[in-house]
């Protein structure tokens, strides 16, 4: 069993930026990859960014790549993710997620946190 819990949402203005931050609890987090996902109301949930239990590898959705980035301190148990450049069209409710390996689809990963946030106004 893991137990996510994400913070660092807000509201902002188009270009600023926002760190968010998720804590991880339980057995053998390190070994799992660790997510960001996003909804925005009235739309289906969409994988941002990804990285793998050793934080060699990410991967991003298109529309964030050079905006933002993801990071693991497994030491810390914790994933967080760098948003630059905020758009209005990244307001949305971002999650954080774990599973096997980094996935776009949210079926693949096992546990989510409750989610923060982010609004960006123009």
């Known amino acids: 069993q893991v137990e996510l819990q994400e913070s660092g949402g807000g509201q902002v203005q188009a270009g600023d930026s926002l760190r968010l931050s998720c804590a991880a609890s339980?057995?053998?987090?390190?070994?799992?990859?660790l997510a960001w996902f996003r909804q925005a109301p009235g739309k289906e949930r969409e994988f941002v960014a990804g990285?793998?239990?050793?934080?060699?590898?990410?991967g991003y959705r298109d529309s964030v790549k050079g905006r933002f980035t993801i990071s693991r301190d497994n030491a810390k148990n914790t994933v967080s993710l760098q948003m630059n450049s905020l758009k209005p069209e990244d307001t949305a409710v971002y999650y954080c997620?774990?599973?096997?390996?980094?996935?776009?689809?949210?079926?693949?990963?096992?546990?989510w946190g409750q989610g923060t946030q982010v609004t960006v106004s123009s």
């Open positions: 339980g057995r053998h987090v390190s070994g799992y990859a």
């Open positions: 997620a774990a599973g096997p390996g980094v996935f776009n689809e949210p079926p693949a990963y096992d546990y």
């Open positions: 990285i793998n239990w050793s934080g060699t590898n990410a």
